[in-house]
Nanobody, 127 residues
Framework: QLQLVESGGGLVQPGGSLTLSCQANIDSFSWYAIGWFRQAPGKGREGISCISRNGTNTNYVEAVKGRFTVSRDNTKKTVYLQMNNLEPEDTAVYYC????????????????????WGQGTQVTVSP
């Protein structure tokens, strides 16, 4: 069964950068599109980015577009989220989710379709 583990969160000042990783445990990871989500205190979980199975297609919500970059290395069973120019509003627990798909170029930012989740990693942006 697919398991996901996020890492790379931490405390960073506004304007700083972090790179999150989402590590999978099985080779069939390449059959899953991956979404990145975040949940701020008192708010619901929102999808912020996704990447297709083959890595050719990505998508971002407007709030992170131009600042965050998602990528994947299927040989390492890992998806990355490079976050630059972080803002206090980016403070949240960040999760990756996996959705199986037969279409290698599709990705999804809806949480309802995710079949597997990581445990989350805290990102705090504060002076």
């Amino acid at each position: 069964q697919l398991q996901l583990v996020e890492s790379g969160g931490g405390l960073v000042q506004p304007g700083g950068s972090l790179t999150l990783s989402c590590q999978a445990n099985i080779d069939s990871f390449s059959w899953y599109a991956i979404g990145w989500f975040r949940q701020a205190p008192g708010k619901g979980r929102e999808g912020i980015s996704c990447i297709s199975r083959n890595g050719t297609n990505t998508n971002y919500v407007e709030a992170v577009k131009g600042r965050f970059t998602v990528s994947r290395d299927n040989t390492k069973k890992t998806v990355y989220l490079q976050m630059n120019n972080l803002e206090p509003e980016d403070t949240a627990v960040y999760y990756c989710g996996a959705q199986s798909t037969f279409v290698p170029t599709m990705c999804f930012m809806g949480s309802s379709g995710m079949g597997f989740w990581g445990q989350g990693t805290q990102v705090t942006v504060s002076p």
